[in-house]
């Protein structure tokens, strides 16, 4: 028998009691004190309790557990608890069972579990403690916000070995003719053997046979498009052991629309591959880059002087406004092709100067600017531009680095605006006064300049030596504005430099200039010859130039290319060697697919403004050697270009899990500007959901989803605006975050969280039943009794009083 026990809610109130002893002690003070005993008593509220007896065994049924719930709970020994305990089977729903071993009743719905659920029904039933046998994993309620009034002891089982096919990745917009890849994402508890199967549509596609670890496998598999409207990709997996099927299968939408071509500018190598891969190419040039743009994504593989500052905005626009535009490495892309601080490049996932990133040698870098009169021309200016490029060379320089400016026009004008000297801050400041005080005059005189040069860095201590020769006119000899130059041979004076280690590289401006001329002596120089026909394209010319110069941008060696993982790609490792690279510094928003030497991307993605665009910083052309004949090098390029292609819609919905809800973000943009104000609706699987607009153009909700798999569709009114896949981890199977919420059920309701089974007897709350007020009555009416009986003998006393006097 269990004995019973009897508390005091408030037993600070007996500290009243020794106050009685200061009653007077009259007829009747024993009563007196006796009643108002009671009464402090029932003030201390007592109860008279015994411990609870009645314990809820709760174990989880669901198809992420199986049979580990039962095989668990009869591990238990309940033999010491002073009554029998009530078991409940609990998944969809809870259902109390006669014993442990039961078999699971058919009505149940193990496909989901509801952990909230078995907690309020074992509460409800009465009991005083329960234990809950469970993997943890809730695909439906929030067990936490739904705890009971009573401890809840935990033990945690392991769920069913499974494999799970977690999603499907694919581009979301195709077009006819198209070769698509599909990516599966497997996710297994075991080694296993695996068959993927999968069909577009009616057609079935080959079934794909692999021998998988456990953990994350992806399985790629590819087909061709054939029609001209949405399909439907579905997928299941057979697995080589027995293991839950509800997380095997998948499908998504890929819409099919009448696609415009990529333009390729300068990289036949990249449209053979991308023709190959179903694209329509269009091979282009820059006469192309007219407004409107009607090309699905652009490639550009050549020098930034070949574009006006118009076509570099247009191109920097197409991306911002939803385009997808990719840069391919050659001798005129990135840091050779004049690219630093364009518009292009703000939108590129890399930066072309490398000025923090690598080892520099020591420079020493002599600028030849004409200063003659038809330098003035122009709005802005010739000579102006010219001074802004090389004030952006001073900027770019190193403090060791060696700087000098010569101007020249006629030979008696030819002068040093700053000698050679270290780009310190102090420098700095002074080149930039000299540069902004250049003027102009006279005619256009090379040869003693140049010369000039020469002599300096010969006698200069430098690893790079460079001569930039700029100049928009006729180049005389030195005896008269209308001297022939036949008796001035520049190419040998240019040679004659290059055998003392001596480089030249020439910017011939506008219309007029000496290019003949001035790209003979490049090519004598053994550097680079440009035509900046816009004179709004100098700057950049320059500074490209500069960098070009005095960075070791090409690494040429034999180079194997890492392949990071990244959701457009289905391999990781390493890939096949190329022979070389432009090097380029990765911008902090951009992603590396593709990695070379010291981290430095070779394929780089970014996401900028509504746009996408990428860097692949080799050439297909020369320098890919065996990487460009890697069988997998078509789909990952293609994955990549189909990835550029794909357009924000008006309405774009993103479906992320937060436990078992879906959270829903829709965002509405149209031509760059937000839609607000739109009463959009949710549905998935037959539930619809009001989204609620939190930011301009953004909406967003939550719905329950305890299952995966389908689609979302968002909806104004009657009219369908977007769809979403669901491919997140049915939350059935997924046991992130399980193991915490066992322990936090227990430690929050009281009970604790077991390692191991064996004895269960732990202590239960007592049934208490509260006495107070029968005590109370007892001391109130022995206090009237007792005050009675005091009125009484009063009254009787009364006649005995008057006989006497």
Known sequence: MVPFELTFDFPWAFLALPLLFLLPRKKGWLARIFAITLLVTALAQPSLGRPGTEIAVLIDVSKSVGQNGIVAAQQFDFSKLPEAPEFFYFAGDTTQVTRRGATIPPFLDTSVTDISRALQVASASGVQRALLISDGAESLGNSRLALPDIPIDSFEVSGQANVRLTSLLAPEQTSRGATVEVIAVIESDLPTSLTLYSAVGDTLLE?????????????????????????????????????????????????????????????????????????????????????????????????????????????????????????????????????????????????????????????????????????STGNPSKIELAKEGAISVVDLAYQDDLLGLIAFSDQSSTEWVFGLRKATERGKREMLNAILNIGTQGGTVLFPAYEMAIESLRETEASVKHIIILSDGKLYDGQGPFSSTQDVDFDLLALRGLGEKITTSTIAIGQNADFERLEAIAFAGGGRYYQALDINTLPQIFTSEAL????????????????????????????????????????????????????????????QGLGRTSALTTDLNTWAGTFGEWEQLPALLGTVTRWLQARPATFSAVVTREGNLLRVVVDAVENGTYINNKTLVARYNGIDRELEQVAPGRYEGRLEAPSSGGSLIVYDGSEVVARSRVSTPNPEFNTQGASERLREISTFSGGKNLDIPGVYAPPTPSTALPVWAPIALAGLLIFLLELVFRRLEFLGMAPLVRRRN
């Open 207 to 375: 079934p794909i046979t692999r021998e998988i670890s456990a953990g994350k496998t992806s399985v790629p598999f590819t087909f061709q498009v054939e029609q001209e409207k949405t399909i439907q990709v579905t997928s299941s997996i057979v697995a080589g052991f027995p293991q839950p099927q509800e997380d095997d299968r998948l499908d998504i939408e890929i819409a099919v629309s009448a696609r415009e071509p990529v333009l390729i500018i300068g990289d036949s190598a990249m449209a053979t591959l991308l023709r190959s891969q179903g694209f329509e190419v269009q091979l282009g040039t820059v006469g192309d880059i007219t407004s409107p743009l009607p090309y699905s994504a652009i490639i550009l593989r050549e020098t930034a002087g070949q574009f006006t500052p118009g076509q570099l905005d247009l191109l920097k626009r197409y991306v911002e406004n939803g385009g997808g535009l990719m840069m391919t490495g050659g001798p005129s892309s990135f840091g050779f092709g004049a690219w630093y601080r364009t518009p292009v490049e703000e939108v590129l996932p890399v930066n072309t100067d490398l000025r923090t990133e690598v080892e520099l040698p020591l420079v020493a870098l002599i600028i030849v600017m004409d200063r003659s009169q038809s330098m």
């Open 548 to 607: 070009t110069a005095t960075r070791s941008l090409l690494r040429e060696e034999l180079i194997f290319p890492i392949v990071r993982q990244h959701p457009l790609s289905a391999v990781e490792g390493r890939a096949p060697p190329l022979d070389a690279y432009i090097a380029s510094t990765l911008k902090a928003d951009a992603e590396t697919i593709l990695e070379g030497l010291q981290n430095e991307p070779i394929l780089a993605v970014r996401r």
